[in-house]
T-cell receptor, first 115, second 114 residues
């Protein structure tokens, strides 16, 4: 199993440009998440999905969009990039049939700089 | 709402020293508790977990005990190594509030000197 994979690893965008961060998991997990981690800070939840076709906002959704057409893929779209979106983005997944034991598996991250 | 508070870093120790990183939580339900570790340039990975009161999670010499009476889940290691240098995150997942979402602490950076 490759686990959770993310592409690209690094990207530099100009203000106003758009891009899609790709995330794929091969563990058949039903839950998927997008976080951002600013330098020296913890994780902030951007969007999450509880299954294919279902997505919902997290703590900091503004400026982002997601879709979940398959169990495996959960791309994050940045529209009109702004310097405030400079961060490291992590995708994660977890599986649960109920209850609270949602240990998450993380991808290696995408380091994005907006200038 | 649910929250996790962990001690601020950085924590700097010499090799073979004893490590404690404090973590306390607030939750309305019966959460599972986790410690994640993030090595430089990598994503987070699960270090250990405990799913009910008095459970002890352990892995790679690290331990943490779920203390419901003090709402704490402190991370300990008896003898740290340089390779333990990383950022450690305490987290909770509270199914009682429909919480498949995980609440993370701010992270504590550990430096271990040779």
């Amino acid at each position: 199993n490759a686990g959770v994979t993310q592409t690209p690893k690094f990207r530099i965008l100009k203000i106003g440009q758009s891009m899609t961060l790709q995330c794929t998991q091969d563990m058949n997990h039903n839950y998927m998440y997008w976080y951002r981690q600013d330098p020296g800070m913890g994780l902030k939840l951007i969007y999450y999905s509880v299954g294919a076709g279902i997505t919902d906002k997290g703590e900091v959704p503004n400026g982002y969009n997601v879709s979940r057409s398959t169990t495996e893929d959960f791309p994050l779209r940045l529209e009109l990039a702004a310097p405030s979106q400079t961060s490291v983005y992590f995708c994660a997944s977890s599986y649960s049939s109920g209850g609270a034991n949602h240990e998450q598996y993380f991808g290696p991250g995408t380091r994005l700089t907006v200038t | 709402g649910d929250s996790v508070t962990q001690m601020e870093g950085p924590v700097t120790l010499s090799e073979e020293a004893f490590l404690t990183i404090n973590c306390t939580y607030t939750a309305t339900g019966y959460p599972s508790l986790f410690w994640y570790v993030q090595y430089p340039g990598e994503g987070l990975q699960l270090l250990l977990k405990a799913t009910k009161a008095d459970d002890k999670g352990s892995n790679k010499g690290f331990e943490a005990t779920y203390r419901k009476e003090t709402t704490s889940f402190h991370l300990e290691k008896g003898s740290v190594q340089v390779s333990d240098s990383a950022v450690y995150f305490c987290a909770l997942s509270d199914g009682g509030t429909g919480g498949f979402k995980t609440i993370f602490g701010a992270g504590t950076r550990l430096f271990v000197k040779a």
